[in-house]
């Protein structure tokens, strides 16, 4: 049975059973990688969500901002996908939550993920940065923390603190994410995607 990751909107909590060790043993809002994305969403809404394709390869594409039905845990999640699958197999998925002008909220509920993570975790690798958007004004700033797995997969969490000159201009808000990318994914962003 797989494992649960929940990240519960309003509390944001994280609960991951301490034995899980394979990238797929993790969840958001119930969904894994290697699942199929037609249990979640009929071939119609699929087909009709917003795509992002990647100009250096075109073996994946970005499904994102995707609002959930019966909304639990997070107020849109984002997918990728690799083209030409008629499956609709998942291989990397994020959830996001929004935070309008209450950016010390979101690094409240980012420690408190982090903290649930590191009691059940202790042995999983962390590397913790920031990073600094080269966008508008250059002081958007997001709050990262990578956790992992033995294999190379990844669980990223992270805060953006978008600056007021984004925000106005793009119409951004602050948030929190969460996401969950396998090894295999991670190697072809990298090398491939960049």
Avoid at 63 to 76: F, M, P, S, T, W
Avoid at 146 to 167: A, H, M, P, Q, Y
Wanted: glycine share 4%; net charge positive; aromatic share 14%.
């Amino acid at each position: 049975m797989k494992k649960l990751l929940t990240i519960i909107t309003l509390s944001l909590y994280l609960a991951i059973p301490s034995q899980a060790d394979d990238i797929k043993d993790f969840q958001i809002e119930g969904i894994s990688i290697g699942d199929s994305l037609l249990k979640y969403y009929n071939e119609s809404e699929i087909k009709n969500f917003k795509k992002t394709f990647y100009p250096k390869s075109d073996k994946y594409y970005l499904l994102d901002g995707i609002k959930i039905k019966n909304q639990k845990e997070y107020e849109v999640l984002s997918f990728h996908l690799k083209k030409n699958d008629n499956q609709y197999i998942i291989h990397s998925l994020s959830g996001g939550t929004f935070y309008k002008k209450n950016f010390n909220d979101c690094l409240i509920k980012k420690k408190k993920i982090m903290d649930s993570i590191k009691s059940n975790y202790k042995k999983l690798k962390l590397n913790e940065y920031d990073f600094k958007y080269k966008i508008d004004d250059l002081k958007s700033i997001a709050y990262v923390s990578d956790f992992d797995l033995k294999d190379g997969s990844s669980l990223r969490v992270w805060c953006v603190n978008w600056s007021k000159v984004t925000e106005k201009k793009r119409n951004f808000e602050d948030n929190l994410s969460v996401a969950i990318s396998p090894n295999y994914f991670l190697k072809w962003r990298n090398e491939e995607a960049n």
